[in-house]
């Protein structure tokens, strides 16, 4: 029986699907790999696998990863390891290791998402450094009025922060169908309006 017929779908609801798994998913490495692998599928942002119950939730945006789609990524993904022989792998640590250098893990999306939200996390923390080190330059501003240097701190801080969670959105979803996403785009349209003014409002 292939890797697709024994997944059960055992709940769906909104952003949440959870499905009943074999046990051969349920292994240390196999499970730790697919769960990273799925977690880095676009739209989903958590992946829960409870091996001793044998059960894969999956919580994701709608508005960005379809219910069907999620569905096919996932089948996809599962029936190309099972091509590749990497359900059949054994535990040990030296077919392990055997096993790994032969899928190429590098290639693999869940070696990939490990070193994306490394590189994510380091220019976050930069682009983080650098507004830290604007706002120090400004030391008798800081000095007179510490509140709102902080506050518009933070402020640019948020910004980031909202920019950065919503960028795959607004690439890939939003841009090509600017009606569709109307009220998303009076949003940014208004925060950059408010933005904007903060910045060239005279003192």
């Known amino acids: 029986m292939s890797i697709q017929q024994e997944i059960i779908l055992r709940h769906k609801s909104s952003g949440h699907v959870r499905f009943q798994i074999p046990e051969r998913l349920c292994s240390d490495e196999v499970?730790?790999?697919?769960?990273d692998a799925i977690n880095d599928f676009d739209g989903v942002y958590r992946v829960n696998l409870f091996r001793n119950?044998?059960?894969l939730a999956i919580r994701f945006v709608e508005e960005n990863l379809p219910f069907q789609e999620l569905v096919?990524?996932?089948?996809?993904l599962l029936s190309d390891l099972e091509k590749k022989g990497f359900f059949k792998a054994?535990?040990?640590a030296i077919k392990t290791s055997s096993f790994t250098n032969n899928l190429k893990l590098s290639n693999?999306?869940?070696t990939r998402w490990a070193k994306?939200?490394?590189?994510e996390t380091k220019e976050t923390a930069q682009a983080i450094s650098i507004l830290a080190k604007l706002g120090l330059k400004k030391k008798p501003e800081i000095l007179a009025n510490p509140e709102k240097t902080l506050i518009t701190f933070f402020n640019d801080v948020l910004v980031l922060f909202l920019i950065k969670i919503h960028w795959k959105l607004i690439s890939k979803k939003w841009?090509?169908?600017?009606?569709?996403?109307r009220y998303q785009w009076l949003t940014?349209?208004?925060l950059m309006f408010l933005f904007i003014r903060s910045k060239t409002t005279k003192k």
């Not at 096919?72 to 996809?76: A, K, S």
């Not at 841009?175 to 996403?181: E, F, G, H, Q, T």
């Open 116 to 119: 994306d939200k490394y590189t």
């Open 108 to 110: 693999w999306k869940g």
């Open 188 to 190: 940014i349209f208004y």
């Open 53 to 55: 119950k044998q059960k």
């Open 31 to 35: 499970a730790s790999f697919v769960s």
């Open 175 to 181: 841009i090509l169908a600017p009606l569709k996403y």
């Open 72 to 76: 096919q990524q996932l089948l996809t």
């Open 90 to 92: 054994k535990p040990d």
